[in-house]
């Protein structure tokens, strides 16, 4: 959920509206963050549970994500 405002709000709408499992939500108007830049900062969200990331760089972020995703795969839920 690549978002310029009111990324909580718009994303959980999108998770819902989609009958997704998870979804991943970023401001794209971070300065320094997102497209052409080396980090980003993401929050993973699904119905019951938030994920704030830190600013990580690209490829670090992937890997935590696909952790995240298949812990949540495997346990239903994002957290250890």
Do not use: W
Not at 30 to 44: C, D, E, F, R, Y
Request: charged residues 30%; proline residues 4%.
């Amino acid at each position: 959920a690549a978002e310029t405002e009111s990324l909580a709000e718009n994303a959980r709408a999108k998770l819902e509206r989609k009958k997704l499992d998870l979804i991943i939500g970023n401001l794209v108007n971070q300065p320094g963050l997102g497209m052409g830049a080396a980090a980003n900062q993401v929050t993973i969200y699904s119905n019951a549970e938030t994920l704030e990331l830190p600013v990580l760089p690209k490829r670090k972020l992937a890997e935590e994500l696909l952790d995240y995703i298949v812990r949540f795969k495997n346990t239903g839920t994002l957290k250890d």
